[in-house]
T-cell receptor, first 111, second 115 residues
Framework: TQLLEQSPQFLSIQEGENLTVYCNSS?????LQWYRQEPGEGPVLLVT?????EVKKLKRLTFQFGDARKDSSLHITAAQPGDTGLYLC???????????FGTGTRLKVLA | GAGVSQSPRYKVAKRGQDVALRCDPI?????LFWYQQALGQGPEFLTY????????KSGLPSDRFFAERPEGSVSTLKIQRTQQEDSAVYLC?????????????FGPGTRLTVL
């Protein structure tokens, strides 16, 4: 069974702080996506990483795909209350049509 | 419409009742997914359609769960004889990629509560 473990599970920080969320697996993925989900809504795609070692930046968010394509991280610089939400990673299971979603990291940024 | 829509948004069922959940994907999207999301968890894959063909139903938890997409657009997830453990948010997502890979656009979900 392929699993994506995310850590930490919960994170509550003050506005302006930096944070990193991790997504780890023992399996190799063809690509990995990061989503953010707000209450009562579906997940919204933030980024897709496809190459081992790849780093992508989206304003204050930096995403990295591990060299072995088994893990990924999301770093947020100077967090803002608008960053609050459930962050999900999702791995592309090669040879299938499915994505496996991680266990989620619930972030709360306090003003 | 501009995005994926799902109906109803909320459904309360008594244990043993049958329910039907509807998904309207983005027009022209070939791929459609159903996921089940328990409270505070990530979505879990249920099934995948490419147009009207159900190519993967490996995530359906039991034979009480049935999904269809007869004309390759609207999809319905049906749960027969609902049980309390079926309580969850059911998410639908569509994608323009025929491989099923690439950006998925999610609907807001249907929150099912089984009493």
């Amino acid at each position: 069974t392929q699993l994506l473990e995310q850590s930490p599970q919960f994170l509550s920080i003050q506005e302006g702080e930096n944070l990193t969320v991790y997504c780890n697996s023992s399996s190799v993925f063809s690509s990995l996506q990061w989503y953010r989900q707000e209450p009562g809504e579906g997940p919204v795609l933030l980024v897709t990483v496809v190459t081992g070692g790849e780093v992508k930046k989206l304003k204050r968010l930096t995403f990295q795909f591990g060299d072995a394509r088994k893990d990924s991280s999301l770093h947020i610089t100077a967090a803002q209350p608008g960053d609050t939400g459930l962050y999900l990673c999702a791995g592309d299971v090669s040879g299938t049509y499915k994505y496996i979603f991680g266990t989620g990291t619930r972030l709360k940024v306090l003003a | 419409g501009a995005g994926v829509s799902q109906s109803p948004r909320y459904k309360v069922a008594k244990r043993g009742q049958d329910v039907a959940l509807r998904c309207d994907p983005i027009s022209g999207h070939v791929s459609l997914f159903w996921y089940q999301q328990a409270l505070g968890q990530g979505p879990e894959f249920l099934t995948y359609f490419q147009n009207e063909a159900q190519l993967d139903k490996s995530g359906l938890p039991s034979d009480r769960f049935f999904a269809e997409r007869p004309e390759g657009s609207v999809s319905t997830l049906k749960i027969q004889r609902t049980q309390q453990e079926d309580s969850a948010v059911y998410l639908c997502a569509s994608s323009s990629y025929s491989s099923g890979k690439g950006e998925q656009f999610f609907g807001p979900g249907t929150r099912l509560t089984v009493l």
